[in-house]
């Protein structure tokens, strides 16, 4: 039987489960090799997977295919990039300017993510006293998406460098869909166990027990 068909999980797929996290990655490098609609699905499916604030799943992907709003996405983020780089100086400055922070022009698949605030679905369970527990559930489902993607060989870049009205106002959604994330998606250009933003000595990832706190 299957790993996980009677709701049980192997050893062995408990191992391969921590590899998978330990290789899912942002990625910015992209081959620009199509990825067939099958597959683009299958991720999605995968996604819809995910537990969402009274079971409302407030997720809403958009696949942004028409060259117009495309555009529009790569020249907010060349505002907010040349903005964000006016907030370091000397080196940090210097380290800005090298990184590549989205993967726009590679990317065969993008897809924009949106959180419909005032969705019916879910009777406003949970979310009384959290809305922003809606968003959150979103949140899940793109954590889902990302390694769902991995899964299946395909890197996710998520793009947050944008102005969330020039994104939402290119795609013409809903006043009530809350923009989330920009997502690039696509075959990475290379694999790698260890962050960019690491490797590039931005960030390393630090020692996870000045995160753990017991009351
Ligand atoms: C909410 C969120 C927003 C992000 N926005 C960007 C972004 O705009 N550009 C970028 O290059 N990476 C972005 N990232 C990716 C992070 O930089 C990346 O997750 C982090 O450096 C750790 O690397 P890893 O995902 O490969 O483990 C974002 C990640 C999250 C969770």
Redo the contacts with the bound molecule.
């Keep these: 039987m299957a790993s996980g068909a009677d709701g049980q999980f192997s050893e062995d797929f408990i191992e391969e489960f921590d590899e998978l996290l330990r290789w899912?990655?942002?990625v910015?490098h992209f081959k620009t090799d199509p990825i067939d609609e099958a597959t683009v699905e299958s991720i999605l499916r995968s996604a819809e997977l995910s537990p969402s604030v009274g079971n409302s799943q407030p997720w809403r992907w958009v696949e942004v295919r028409s060259p117009e709003p495309r555009a529009v996405v790569k020249e907010t983020f060349a505002r907010c990039n040349a903005d964000a780089l006016n907030g370091y100086r000397g080196e940090r400055a210097q380290k800005y300017l090298s990184?590549k922070?989205?993967g726009l022009d590679e990317a065969p698949v993008h897809i924009a993510v949106f959180c419909e605030d005032e969705t019916l679905q879910g009777h406003g369970l949970g979310r009384a006293t959290m809305p922003e527990t809606l968003a959150y559930s979103v949140?899940t489902a793109i954590g889902s998406l990302w390694l769902s993607a991995r899964a299946r060989g395909v890197g996710v870049?998520?793009?947050?460098?944008v102005e969330p009205e020039a994104v939402c106002q290119a795609l013409d959604v809903p006043a009530d869909w809350r923009f989330v994330?920009y997502l690039c998606i696509g075959y990475p250009a290379e694999l790698a166990a260890i962050?960019?933003?690491?490797r590039t000595g931005w960030?390393a990832r630090t020692d996870p027990k000045a995160r753990y706190f017991v009351r």
């Design positions: 899912r990655r942002d910015r990184l922070l989205a949140v870049g998520w793009i947050s460098i994330a962050p960019e933003l690491q960030q």
